[in-house]
């Protein structure tokens, strides 16, 4: 049996079992994320879909990092100098429905600047063929 190094106790089936389980998860994680590497699609990117539920107008928004953005602070805050006309149409987008009824939905991360910047463009032409509002328009 296996010996649990902080209590110096013999670690149960169960938790052997637990532990064998956590330690393949994490073998699957590391392989598909050096798989992405090596595909050119892992990064620092993630996408998200931010809906006014009012009146149903989505907008398809890439950020830098994995947490998703407070609507909240955004207007305040300064992007990056690729995304500026984005980030400027969402903020007049927000404050243009008094920063109220928003809800947003993380779709993706860890992507590359391309591979989000593919995503989006997949999702803004999905929603415009379902004929969703999409307040977006932003050139791949």
């Known amino acids: 049996m296996a010996r649990n190094s902080r209590s110096g106790r ?10 064998s389980k956590i330690d393949r998860l994490r073998a699957l994680r590391l392989n ?9 699609i892992w990064g620092e990117m993630s996408i998200g879909e931010i809906t006014h539920r009012p009146t ?11 947490e998703a953005p407070d609507l909240v602070t955004l207007p305040g805050k300064r ?12 903020v007049e987008w927000l404050l243009k429905h008094e920063m ?7 779709l993706a991360w860890s992507l590359s600047e391309t591979e ?25």
């Not at 109220?100 to 993380?106: A, C, D, S």
């Open 100 to 106: 109220e009824g928003f809800e947003i939905t993380l």
């Open 79 to 90: 992007t990056t100098v690729k995304r500026a006309a984005e980030h400027v149409q969402l």
């Open 10 to 19: 013999t670690a149960s089936p169960a938790e052997a079992d637990q532990r």
């Open 116 to 140: 989000a910047a593919r995503q989006q463009q997949a999702r803004l032409a999905e929603h415009r063929a379902a004929g969703v509002a999409v307040v977006n328009a932003v050139a791949g």
């Open 32 to 40: 598909d994320e050096a798989a992405r590497q090596a595909a050119g």
């Open 56 to 66: 149903g107008e989505v907008f398809i928004y890439a950020w830098k990092g994995r």
